[in-house]
């Protein structure tokens, strides 16, 4: 079976090589969006509407027609990822392999309870090869194509293989936590399976910040005042226990510009990346940390977890009846007879993979609703609408600016482009004060 593997593999690198070679240029950059358009300058006939269409005037037709193509091809992806890891699954069950794999595991250790992390080992490296086509050419060839990425083969591959390290070892803990429960708690095992995965999922978001982003970027305090003292006053004044701010080496691998602020308690960080720092205007920097210290002020941290709990029980319910019901129909072809058995993971996976594609709309509704009131916090703590307008537009480098209502509904995570930008615009009418460019009056002598 090995052989097998390492033949789809090397042919994987021949033929995708091939699309690499002939990829498209980059997409070319956005017109010069520090300049405020001359609809979106403070007068007494603002008009947000008007302004919103100016700041998109800036992006030319060629950069929205790339950013369109890139994003409307995402919802394809969504539809071929679905189908590629569920074709996995049933090759894995229908032919056998996992009920191999499960029994090579048995060979290896007589401990019940160490069964599942050998079996997981094997399980994650034989998924990640059968999935590497559509891996590397979603990642790697489609990321070039359109401008987005910035690694070559070789250092691309190197993050692939650390990020398989990473999933060997969460992965194999998961499989020791989760069968132990099943095997221990046979009608329960989907309520304290929940559990157990929200808690291991709250020790992911706590130490990610400190122990597992820096083994894919170099993440260093970054020392320019300018930058720094605008997001820390902002910080302090919204509550947030920081005196840092963090830059991470984000270029080595996308042209993208991302902030965030993440961690709990002692790991919280404050973290832009230097796409942000060489490209975005102060006023562009302190509009998205507004956007990223609105997550934090607002508890959306552990509101997503209190949603992800519930969505796990309900995932972790239909799982038991799943597996219950697909094993009394095709267990013994598969040779797989109860939940407790580690080679019903492939199982998991599909029945896991159907239920979250159908539930695309309602994951996305969810984030991009946090991501609205991340937006308005963002507004009022910055003061940056104009700021906000040109992260919008820089983001739209590679999201459709504007889709209609049920697109934005079904495929969008974030608000659209241009209800960023209105957003933003809306709130400079409201405030127009505050952009007021007349002279102070001077004292008489």
Do not use: C
């Not at 193509?69 to 229908?94: H, K, Q, R, T, V």
């Amino acid at each position: 079976m090995p052989s097998f593997f390492l033949k789809i593999f090397a042919s994987t690198l021949i033929a995708f090589s091939a699309l690499s070679a002939a990829s498209q240029p980059a997409i070319q950059p956005t017109a010069d969006i520090t300049k405020v358009p001359v609809a979106a300058q403070p007068s007494p006939q603002f008009d947000a509407d008007a302004a919103t269409e100016a700041y998109l005037a800036l992006m030319p037709p060629a950069a929205v027609a790339r950013s369109n193509a890139y994003f409307e091809g995402g919802y394809w992806l969504i539809l071929w990822d679905f189908l590629y890891a569920s074709g996995i699954s049933l090759l894995l069950l229908n032919l056998r392999w996992s009920a191999r794999m499960r029994d090579l595991a048995v060979r290896i250790t007589r401990f019940q309870w160490l069964q599942p992390l050998m079996y997981g080992l094997q399980y994650i490296v034989v998924a990640a090869v059968l999935g590497f086509p559509l891996e590397y050419y979603e990642n790697y060839v489609r990321e070039h194509k359109y401008g987005m990425a910035t690694q070559t083969f070789g250092p691309w591959m190197g993050d692939e293989f650390k990020s398989l390290l990473v999933s060997l070892v969460m992965g194999s803990i998961v499989m020791v936590v989760l069968f132990a429960i099943v095997r221990k708690l046979p009608k329960t095992w989907w309520i304290w399976g929940a559990v157990a995965t929200m808690v291991l999922l709250t020790i992911m978001v706590a130490i990610g910040p400190v122990f597992i982003q820096p083994i894919f970027n170099t993440p260093k305090k970054l020392n320019d005042p300018t930058i720094t003292a605008p997001i820390l006053r902002m910080a302090h004044a919204n509550g947030i226990p920081t005196n840092d701010v963090w830059e991470i080496d984000a270029s080595r691998q996308t042209t993208r510009m991302s902030a965030n602020v993440s961690g709990f308690g002692n790991t919280m960080r404050i973290t832009l990346n230097d796409n942000l720092l060489k490209r975005g205007s102060p006023e562009e920097i302190q509009a998205v940390m507004g956007h990223e210290m609105g997550h934090y002020v607002m508890n959306h941290i552990p509101k997503s977890l209190m949603f992800f709990l519930i969505l796990t029980v309900l995932s972790f319910a239909y799982l038991f009846w799943g597996i219950k019901w697909a094993l009394s129909r095709w267990g013994e072809r598969w040779q797989i007879s109860s939940a407790s058995d580690p080679a019903v993971l492939p199982l998991v996976m599909l029945l896991g993979g159907i239920l979250f594609f159908v539930l695309t709309p309602i994951n996305n509704t969810f984030t991009r609703v946090q991501e609205k009131e991340a937006d308005m916090f963002g507004l009022n703590a910055a003061r940056q609408p104009d700021g906000f307008a040109q992260a919008a537009i820089h983001l739209g480098e590679y999201r459709k600016m504007r889709p209609g209502t049920i697109e934005e509904f079904v495929f969008f995570d974030h608000p659209s482009g241009y209800n960023r930008i209105h957003s933003a615009m809306v709130w400079k009418s409201q405030n127009l004060e505050l952009f007021n460019q007349s002279p102070a009056p001077q004292p008489e002598h």
